[in-house]
């Protein structure tokens, strides 16, 4: 693929995490090679960096901080041979930030998962942001906005193969293991999941055997997926998330809720973009129609992640959820 191409596909994910559109035009436009992404994405977030250190305020450095961290963090979705160093200097760079913008943010860490309480400490409910198999902690700056915004304590996390853990675990089908032990370490009053792309699939999963999950939201997570099927780029990132083919061949295997929805007994919304079909990647109707109170919002203009459509549901799903929990 193409500079170009892989740049426009990725367009609206990463304006949806916050990467200013014209930035980002720049940035991939100056590309003439695929093999620059990494080079190029990290040299944005370190001008961020920059911009930190020749600020007036502390809110104008930890904005620019945290910009740098979701530039960091995007130059680990293309190729980088210092991916490991861009997601450590993303979680560095959102430490950073929160301690000028939010410090009363704790950092939370347990066997297998990594991330950032953030919000009130009497918070009637916290509700745990699962990333997906490329994303991490730092992606998801506009939903954590929102939870925080309607009073809810807000944990956005890395887990196996994710964000600053990727280069040093591998993904995991049973994540209810690690969202137990989430729910152990921060005690919460009330716990709510919110799952985005193979998020989804580990929140759908968590909900039917984790009793504790008062209510989950996912958005463009798999009900299943079909290894055979899938195209080669989805097929190496899991490769290289599992460890090995044949680990991979396996975790893609499990990805199947269709025996696990009926058990998932707390409210369910599933939240899909239309556009979004990729071979071998069956998307969460039947998750909706299968949970006994799943509810179903299907976006027809939305693509993966509905970074396109985000006023059609952002609110939406932050509002349900914090109505759920309430």
């Not at 591998?170 to 152990?184: C, L, N, S, W």
């Not at 009900?223 to 044949?246: N, S, T």
Request: proline fraction near 6%; include cysteine.
């Amino acid at each position: 693929m193409s500079a170009a191409d892989f740049a426009a596909a990725n367009l609206s994910r990463a304006t949806g995490a916050g990467l200013d559109p014209h930035e980002y035009l720049r940035v991939t436009g100056e590309m003439t090679d695929l093999d620059q992404w990494g080079e190029a994405f990290m040299r944005a977030a370190r001008e961020h960096v920059a911009r930190a250190g020749q600020a007036a305020t502390a809110i104008s450095t930890g904005e620019h901080l945290q910009a740098a961290a979701r530039w960091f963090h995007f130059a680990t979705l293309g190729p980088n041979r210092q991916s490991a160093l861009a997601a450590a200097e993303a979680d560095a760079a959102m430490e950073r930030a929160l301690e000028l913008l939010e410090p009363q943010a704790r950092r939370i860490e347990g066997p297998g998962f990594t991330g950032w309480l953030r919000g009130p400490a009497d918070a009637a409910a916290t509700v745990v942001v699962v990333p997906g198999l490329d994303s991490g902690k730092e992606e998801f700056h506009d939903l954590v906005i929102a939870l925080l915004r309607r009073g809810l304590a807000v944990f956005a996390m890395d887990g196996p193969g994710q964000g600053a853990l990727a280069a040093t675990s591998t993904v995991r089908a049973d994540y209810h293991h690690v969202i137990g032990q989430v729910i152990d370490t921060l005690r919460p009053r009330n716990v709510g999941l919110v799952g985005l792309s193979l998020g989804g699939y580990y929140v759908a999963e968590s909900a039917a055997r984790e009793s504790r999950v008062a209510a989950a939201v996912t958005v463009s997570g798999p009900f299943r997926l079909h290894w055979d099927d899938l195209p080669p780029p989805v097929r190496d990132l899991l490769i290289q998330r599992a460890g090995g083919e044949e680990a991979a061949r396996r975790f893609a295997g499990q990805v199947d809720v269709s025996a696990l929805a009926p058990q998932i007994t707390c409210p369910l919304l599933v939240i899909d973009g239309g556009q979004d079909v990729i071979p071998g990647v069956t998307n969460g109707e039947p998750l909706a129609r299968l949970a006994p109170h799943g509810h179903y919002l299907c976006l027809p203009h939305g693509d993966h992640l509905l970074g396109n459509a985000r006023p059609d549901w952002l609110a939406t799903a932050a509002d349900w959820i914090s109505g759920a929990l309430a």
